[in-house]
């Protein structure tokens, strides 16, 4: 049974920062792409960040490029979330996913596989 369970999420003043983690099991995604997606009350769900298998290709939302890092260790099926000047627009619910589709980057719905998402708020 695949799994993604993230964590790392938290209550963070504005300013700060927080590391989101999200451990996959039930297979391998080391060939797969990783991405980071989130969803404020009222409003539909944005993809934030995603990378490739190898590390090597990068995506970011233009609402976090310059403050948010996406990084994976393929040995440890896990891919991170690194959250730096947080503002209190960022409050959301964030869900990792996997996507076993071949385009880049991959869109929305071809995501195949989410967790169960981790609260991040930030206090203005």
């Known amino acids: 049974q695949v799994q993604l369970v993230e964590s790392g999420g938290g209550l963070v003043q504005a300013g700060g920062s927080l590391r989101l983690s999200c451990a996959a099991s039930?297979?391998?995604?080391?060939?797969?792409?990783m991405g980071w997606f989130r969803q404020a009350p009222g409003k539909e769900r944005a993809c934030v960040a995603a990378?490739?298998?190898?590390?090597?290709?990068?995506y970011y939302a233009d609402f976090v490029k310059g403050r948010f890092t996406i990084s994976r260790e393929n040995g440890k099926n896990t891919v991170y979330l690194r959250m730096n000047s947080l503002k209190p627009e960022d409050t959301a619910v964030y869900y990792c996913?996997?996507?076993?589709?071949?385009?880049?980057?991959?869109?929305?719905?071809?995501?195949?596989?989410w967790g169960q998402g981790t609260q991040v708020t930030v206090s203005s």
């Open positions: 039930g297979r391998t995604f080391s060939s797969y792409v």
């Open positions: 990378i490739s298998w190898s590390g090597d290709n990068t």
């Open positions: 996913a996997v996507s076993t589709m071949s385009t880049w980057p991959p869109r929305p719905y071809e995501y195949d596989y």
